[in-house]
């Protein structure tokens, strides 16, 4: 079997095989910044609710907005689908696992209510809060606008993969060039995965890339399509790419790891592997406040022939306060992300973010057969 | 233990244990072509059905052709032991589990009836699509000139493991470029594995190549025998065998991997490492329309001394129609493989199965603790 | 994806990956050396019960002291809180499960009575033992004095992550320059990782090392922060440090495993990776005379906002003697941990722990598949 | 982190983590051959049961023989503590779960009887086999004689780590040299790992090898003192000292794999490795002619300070005949040893032993989730 020219292949890394080396000096966890900052708009913390339906409702991106974060409402779901989202959103979390699929499919079939793009848009801005929606290309040039015009200060272009260039006969791909000079807001796009496609992505102008491209084994696009980078490696190759990338120009164009982040320790080795900020979804959906009431669901769900996500139950464990701040009794990292970014920080040497993304990175399996360790106060 | 002259080991891997990048274009998978050609026979889609009884029955090899890919029938199972196999494929579906072994060992002590040959391959061709058949090289001579003059337009002879040579003082072995002269149809040989026994089996002459031995750790001949190479590693061997031998003969040797694929990913997976087309059986098996009626069993089985197989509940899950194109409700990849493939070719931007084999594969494994990630919907 | 300057990743070992392989050279167990040494006070055995209140109560330093080893006392835990410790102890093992977290939260509401760490100390001295004494940083120059001039003869200055520079604006960071003028008995320091670190720590004077940060995967450090290196690299990493430390200066400061270790076979792998000695918690919290009466707890439990312990059952499974030196009918590791060592330095053919250090120790992952090999009777 | 002299690790591997790859090649099994050669004594089989007194009785070392392979007896145990042992095995086989531990202890609590050795060697000869015994280094010059006098053709000097040189005050450790002038049959020392003490062992002029320490993760010399190599890099490692032995001197001392083997694949796997043979307990101990009846224990099991090992069920499932060659109607690999041998050797074009050594061999990590393979019938 020794053969020339046989394909390489490259080991990619996921949260659950790496952890994060203490740094030679430490810091009282008080005194450092989460700070996060995106084309001259700063965040008090480095996390991005999801837009997702379970996730996100208008109500929600305030709260997210109020805390420090940011929420990001999706143009393409039940609120711009109903003018009561409440009541279809009660349909899918009330119906009977059996018919959950069906709910959802139901649900997703009423069209997309352009008017009502703008009146959410303003039920965001009316608490006082940043408003962010999120789109697919396809609808970007019909409803990003319509959004802007209403008050939206951020434009998330979204879809499982997305590249600087797509090729369709049917639909003239989304050109973000052409997109940057229609809308005047900041326009985040994502998701990718690469050094070669992120550096793209920024060539183009846009304000700031998500990343994540079926990170995880249980992923049903690496289920059924075989197609998935898990995220540690996804993190570090759009971090080198943007590091690159401000090198050659000083424009620095945040990353923003979206997928596969369940615990405050993987939000902490998101960043620590270069992510400005994460998005995330399924550990905001367990909030009270959450309009999916203990549910989440994927908003690829009602494609008819080749479905890629279902109504999962995350239960409704804590407030969004207590998610993102605390004060906790649990330890399994699903509470106090911020406390614990803090935490990370202080046992790394990290004054902010940026600083973070310095600290060592090792491989070490989770094996989940050594003993409890337990810890002592803190300094 | 510092030693010298120590045999040294290749890491191989498995489907689970690797994964696909994202290419840095993306196609709309309407635009994408998944036609596979095997010596200047054409076939929309690249999936062959295995020749086990329990998947490949004539009427099942019209819906294959039909649906735009090739059944491969077994000459030395039922279909050529029994005038009527509907009979003994039913004694065995509804054998109780402990019958099962012997309810197979009984149904293969019947003799090969040659007439049968000819009568099988043209109930095939009667449905208007091609016939294939697979024989084991100890019957090729004897059957393999019945099929093809009954109308066979395909050979396959297959064994566990196939080299061109094989040693036995009780029968000559088969010698590949003197069946190529006694048969004018092509001839696809396998399985095999390894860069040096792939080009030697092209050298010979033969049009086509099955890939797989052992995938699995819980396939039993690496069970029994310590034999076996997973199939990511065994693909990418062949393949790099097969494009050695087109640059130095300008002669396309279509190389199939056979075994170890369950899902939609794994069939990507395959043909991203190099595979032109799959062979597959289980995922199959599951169709209502299919001999085994929910059930699966392997054609060593009823090996007296050494049994390597047996029979297996697979379940009946849906029409050949939704395993091949949906539409499916089904999350884990078993349906709509065609969809799936589509779906990944536009994601790696790969028009054909050609460039598909350009893209990247990464070693990514599959710790199923990740959280679900939820899709967007596609571009 | 072929991208530069992307950041690297260093493969990290826990004690469940390695063993250690034979030696060249066996020795009866009776002839080797457990002897431990430290700034000039010498132990029978190189093994320390953590300070935490489950394990170490006056009581049993003094017993750990009399089997040849060392037992800590933590002076920030019920010890100095209360006057009779153990009403509140039993507080906390006769807890139910769901009253378990408010049981520690309260109990570990009241104050710290300074008069109290004197008395506990002359308690331990009062058996004919040495007396050590864990602390925090931040109560250290208050605290340690206080137990210096009661008799204390070894203080241990331990937080999860320890440096040899902390910053903090709220209270000067520790420097053990100063506290090395303040007390004149050995001051041994940690827990720390890393080779920097530990050779920084060494040069500020102290007299041991702790080792371990966040050891496996489910520590709670390392999975609500994402901080841990597993304990072999850390081990490993010290050790270099402290080997090129006394390569310099000539001064040996040994170092000491603490965290992860439950079995006489990881307590080997500690040693045989370079440690002088390990500390124990869990392990010895299974002993019939241990305070926390069948349960342990970590002594980061109360942090009300970000908790990383919680009250575990362990058992009482043995005495103090058998978990130490047997005899045993386990054979789990658990129990005879010194008989243990002696057979490892046996078959390593190492007389003492220095030699131990040379050992070769190999990956050979915890795939717990093969079957039961039974041992012969030894030489 | 980035440290110098830091102590590396070595990778090494179990029978789980490899695979054989098939040959260039292959061959009919029926045309392989087994022979096993050892200072010119031959056997059809290279399989020899361990001198466990669950596995051989004077009558199973006597079917053993006639098999075609080698039964040792264990001089140490019931066979010479007992004149009748038939009752004491029935006392543990019967014993409870609970009383197991205890019997065993009381079994071996009785003296060995020298008169015995003599009589059970006899008992083994007047069957019409080779008579092989085992004894431990301690015991060997005063048993071994006694057993040669008696018409042993060959002793198994063994203990869990041997080496050619073992350090004692009490007692002066056993010199193979003088030895070999003691007794005129070939000795089998064991066991050992690692290159260099294999090379060492065959200076000293003993006769053959036996190699595996620790092997398994599930080992309780790994769990209870960490020391421990996996089968296949310690098969591999005294391979290469073999191999290195021959080009030296022109001498072939066979090296046996003892240890960890369940399967004939594992079977198939340590001779590809390098081994002649193998020594395997528990698969024969599930043979209805065992006198475990059903059960296996170790040797080592009475030690009452550090046990390490106990009773283990291992059922009575077949008859060696159907363990060694079949028939069998098991997938599992556990029964017709032999005939996997064959079909292995057939498969990877190996016509003896010898040959087998250089097939390739692979590392591929048993992840049980690839879909069954069916096998097709052989060529």
Redo the contacts between chains.
Sequence with gaps: ???????E????????????????????P??TNTTFSLDGQNFDIPIIA???DAVVSPYFAGLMGKAGGLGVMNL?GVQSRYEDPSEVLDSISKASPEEA?SALQKAYSAPIKENLVGERVKEIKAQGVRCAV?V???LTKKLAPLAVEAGADLIFV??????S??????TR??VFSELLELINVPIIVGN??????AL?LMESGIHGVLV??????????????????????AT??C???R??YTRRTGRYVPIITD???????????AI???ADAVMI??PLARAAEAPGKGY?????TP????????R?HVGATGSLQQIL?????????TQ?LV???A??M????AFNIREMHRA????????????????????
């Design positions: 079997m020794s053969a020339p020219r046989i394909k292949l490259r080991r990619a890394y996921g949260f659950d095989e790496v952890a994060i080396a203490p740094g030679d000096v430490t810091i009282n008080d005194q999801s837009g997702m393409e699929t999120s697919t290309p396809a979204q879809s499982t993969v997305t590249t260039r797509h090729i369709s006969k049917s791909g989304l990718c995965v690469g050094y070669d496609v793209e994540g491209v079926g990170p995880g084994a249980a992923c049903t696009t690496r289920e059924v399509t075989g197609v998935g980078v898990p995220q540690v490696t570090l190759d971090a080198a790419a590091d690159e997928g596969g982040i369940r615990t405050g320790g993987d939000l902490c080795k620590a592997c270069g979804g399924s989440n669901w994927g908003m690829a494609h008819p022939a080749l479905p890629r996500g279902t999962v701040f605390g004060p906790t009794s649990r330890t399994d990292g106090n406390g614990a970014l935490a990370c202080g046992m790394i040497g060592e990175v090792i491989v070490a399996p989770s094996i989940k057969t050594e003993g409890k360790h337990f810890q002592r106060g803190g300094q």
